[in-house]
């Protein structure tokens, strides 16, 4: 059973989902619509990546071992996307529709392949390493998320 992969790449889905939205409000020019919607994503995005590096990483780790394996990976891949995040708002606040698509669109690319990473590597991995620990882990993971779906 794939508990934890499930339950985050549905949160990816969340997170993917808000995102196109932002997209139609931008190419509608509905910039007030637009600024708020990409806060929520960027929220709903920084409370996955918290969660992930709070919670989730932390347990992997101690169980496997590897402190420098996939979880780095993924922590480095956060990094990159919280500055596209940064720089997509600011392109968004001042209305600069092609600042703001350029900076989408690179999330955009590095958002699909860092969820596919964690989807079909670490998720699983997750699964099977933290076996004995998910019913104690994935209501913490779920209790943190949803404090953003809300």
Not at 4 to 16: K, V
Not at 36 to 56: C, K, M, R, T
Not at 77 to 101: G, N, P, T
Request: proline share 3%; aromatic share 6%.
């Amino acid at each position: 059973m794939s508990k934890i992969r499930e339950f985050m790449a549905g949160d990816h889905r969340r997170c993917d989902d808000i995102f196109a939205e932002v997209e139609v409000l931008v190419a509608e020019q509905d910039w007030v619509k637009a600024i708020a919607g990409f806060d929520i994503f960027q929220h709903a995005v920084l409370q996955h990546f918290s969660v992930e590096e709070s919670l989730l990483f932390p347990a992997f780790e101690e169980q496997t071992g590897m402190r420098m394996g996939p979880t780095q990976v993924m922590r480095g891949e956060h990094a990159q996307m919280r500055e596209l995040l940064e720089a997509a708002r600011i392109a968004l606040v001042a209305k600069d529709a092609d600042d703001y698509s350029g900076n989408a669109e690179t999330l955009l690319i590095m958002m699909q392949q860092h969820n596919m990473k964690e989807e079909n590597v670490l998720y699983p991995m997750c699964d099977q390493h933290l076996s004995g620990q998910i019913d104690a882990l994935l209501p913490k993971l779920e209790t943190q998320i949803q404090a953003t779906a809300e």
